[in-house]
């Protein structure tokens, strides 16, 4: 074979196969780079953004803080000048702040402030709201007897409930409360079945302001609200206090435990 004919049929192919070949590869190495790059690349993004976030929350967290401070000092200097000027009327006006808008613990220190430094008629007022939230806080309740036995209606189970009644619904919510209580004890609920009244002080919290019926429950606990829902409503409808409850999510995780409130407009 002549060089010329070697070099148009064999050589030149091999090569432009060679080259092809490479460039194939060198295609191939670029873009797996590219590809790790750009993967790099979204990490970081990724990455930056979460660091972003964090810093927007610690950012919103601090201005929080600083304006809970600012609210709690000027709640403070209400309390402190309406001691000062020996003011009854303002004394009351800065007890209604600190009940309703302040948080614990300077909800309690600043109510005692006023107690202790106050008009005779603001210490027996905030003395009758620091006795009652005593009670609530350590579950001063009644507990209804079984004074009859009847088929139950859901099965109740271990099942706990308390059953609120808002002080400032009066007598009439209490015997509510009372009834329902009695008709889960006649249906064999063995769970903790507690009568519980909720101060009017408790009830003007964030996370309360009940007005009406209500049931508190947790997301899983439809099934269970529902059955006490229906309870409450037919034992109220046969003592001949027809009542509708309405259903809302607590803030609070209680497993097996639901929360009824009857504060109707005394």
């Known amino acids: ?45 990724q990455r930056l953004g979460e660091i972003d976030l964090l810093v927007k929350q610690a950012k919103e967290e601090r201005e929080e803080r600083e304006s809970n401070q600012d609210f709690n000092l000027k709640i403070y200097d209400i309390v402190t000048k309406s001691l000062d000027e020996n003011n009854a009327r303002k004394q009351e006006t800065a007890k209604a702040f600190v009940v309703v808008m302040v948080e614990e613990p300077l909800r309690s220190s600043l109510l005692n402030v006023l107690k202790q430094g106050g008009e005779p008629t603001v210490k027996r007022n905030i003395s009758k709201i620091l006795e009652a939230e ?24 271990e099942w706990d409930f308390d059953i609120f009644w808002c002080s400032s619904s009066g007598a009439k919510a209490r015997a509510q409360a009372e009834t329902i209580g009695e008709q889960l004890a006649a249906e064999g609920a063995k769970g903790r079945i507690r009568i519980r009244e909720l101060p009017e002080s408790i009830n003007a919290k964030s996370g309360y302001q009940i007005d009406g019926y209500a049931i508190r429950r947790n997301s899983n ?42 504060c109707p407009s005394s």
């Open 1 to 45: 074979m002549k060089l010329a004919d070697f070099i148009k049929t064999i050589a030149i192919p091999l090569i432009s196969v060679a080259t092809a070949v490479m460039v194939g590869l060198l295609n191939h190495q670029v873009s797996e780079n590219d590809l790790e790059l750009r993967k790099r690349d979204q990490e970081l993004q």
């Open 221 to 262: 606990e439809i099934e269970a609200a529902t059955a006490l829902q229906s309870l409450a409503e037919n034992a109220l409808e046969k003592s001949g206090s027809k009542s509708t409850f309405t259903q809302s999510l607590t803030r609070q995780s209680t497993p097996w435990y639901i929360s009824a409130f009857l």
């Open 134 to 157: 005593e009670k609530f806080q350590t579950n001063v309740a009644t507990v209804p007897d079984q004074k009859r036995v009847e088929a139950a209606t859901y099965n109740w189970g």
